[in-house]
């Protein structure tokens, strides 16, 4: 082998070692920098997801407004709940969340009606 060939071969594997080094640094900093971004969005997703404020349940045969959290009714709604259908009666004992007062207005209008 002649110190030329050498050359070549050296300067050849050097070339292939930094070309596969470099893809592996951009492949390693994608996969971080995808991650990073799910993080963030996972992390503005559950802040932009809204806690209920109210909460809609039977309560001495009534349907009744609850502030989140609190066991005493914030409001009661002036409609029997022996009235409704047997779905919306099981939906007042699961229990209907709103986010907004603005929600809970439309549910009350629309179930008063």
Known sequence: MTL??????YFTLAAAI??????TVCTLGQA??????ETRLAAAAAKHEESPLFVV?????RAAV?????DEPYLFIDIDTALLS???R???ADG???ATESGLRQFIEDISS
């Open 32 to 37: 971080a920098r995808r991650r990073k971004v």
């Open 66 to 70: 609850f502030r989140s959290g609190e």
């Open 96 to 98: 209907l969340y709103f």
């Open 18 to 23: 930094t070309v596969s080094g470099f893809l």
């Open 4 to 9: 030329k060939n050498a050359k070549r071969i």
């Open 90 to 92: 099981a939906q007042l």
């Open 57 to 61: 349940r039977e309560s001495g045969g």
């Open 86 to 88: 047997d779905y919306d």
